[in-house]
């Protein structure tokens, strides 16, 4: 009989349990993986589709909720003309198994040991970590302060909108949009600036957590090291 999987550079079988869209081209996948080792919140995983004529593609997504068991969420953006993330934010079929390789990444994680406030900035589906981050700190009931800057182009382009808008203790959201603002939003439209970073802790007191699209990532950190927020406290994840 094999040996079932262990370790994280194990490809384990997973199957797709539901599909819930979050914004028009992002959706919330939940996995049944057996075995599933478990994992921190930041990590994500391989996922490998193999077709019918052997042709393998791997690409990496972040997980977006703490673990639970043997189930695992991942949040997919549809890139344009993409050649996984449209089949599997759209395509695969409820119940279907692709291979997950994980968990995977030892930097860019946060655990409820570490003290000191959080500064999280997301750009676009570079949310999905942080969102695994803020429901680690929520289950946890840390006490420590936490900011969510969450740059997107309009307000139905935010990801988990519904749990955004209900902070945990000791949390605040940001919202900043680039193109379309709701109406009544006092800042004016555009990308994340020195003055979007106003009344947020003293450099060298928080970790900061910056992921999305490479450009938002180094732009931020950026600003955050003009600021004198310590490099060695700038963690980055860049998704392409
Ligand atoms: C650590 C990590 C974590 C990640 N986490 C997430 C996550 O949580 N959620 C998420 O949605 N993504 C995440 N990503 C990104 C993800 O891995 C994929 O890169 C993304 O889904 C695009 O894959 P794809 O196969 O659909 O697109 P690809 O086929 O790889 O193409 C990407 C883009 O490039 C364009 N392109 C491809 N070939 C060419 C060409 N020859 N000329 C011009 N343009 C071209 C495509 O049109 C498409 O828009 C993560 C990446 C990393 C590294």
Redesign the pocket.
């Known amino acids: 009989m094999p040996s079932p999987p262990s370790g994280a550079s194990a490809w384990r079988t997973a199957r797709l349990l539901s599909r819930e869209p979050q914004i028009s081209t992002?959706r919330t996948l939940r996995f049944t993986v057996p075995d599933w080792p478990g994992h921190l919140a930041g990590q994500?995983v391989d996922v490998r589709l193999t077709a019918d004529d052997g042709y393998q593609?791997v690409?990496?997504?972040?997980?977006?909720a703490p673990a639970e068991g043997d189930t695992v969420e991942?949040?997919?953006?549809?890139?344009?003309?993409?050649?996984?993330?449209?089949?599997?934010?759209d395509v695969l079929p409820i119940g279907a198994e692709v291979e997950i390789q994980g968990p995977?990444?030892g930097w860019?994680i946060w655990t409820p040991r570490d003290a000191g406030p959080l500064l999280l900035f997301a750009g676009g589906?570079?949310i999905?970590?942080l969102m695994a981050m803020l429901r680690a700190r929520r289950a946890a009931g840390s006490a420590e302060p936490c900011t969510l800057l969450y740059s997107a182009r309009s307000p139905d382009e935010v990801w988990y909108a519904r749990e955004l808008a209900d902070p945990g203790p000791a949390e605040e959201i940001r919202l900043i949009y680039t193109r379309q603002a709701p109406p009544g939003d006092p800042r004016t439209t555009g990308r994340v600036g020195a003055q979007d970073l106003a009344g947020l802790p003293e450099p060298g007191s928080a970790r900061c957590y910056v992921c999305g699209p490479t450009g938002f990532v180094e732009h931020v950190a950026d600003l955050l090291q003009t600021a004198g927020h310590p490099r060695e406290l700038i963690r980055t994840?860049?998704?392409?």
Do not use: T
């Open positions: 992002g994500h593609a690409r990496s997504y972040s997980l977006a991942l949040g997919v953006q549809a890139a344009p003309d993409g050649e996984v993330s449209p089949y599997l934010a995977l990444g860019f589906c570079g999905v970590p994840e860049r998704f392409g």
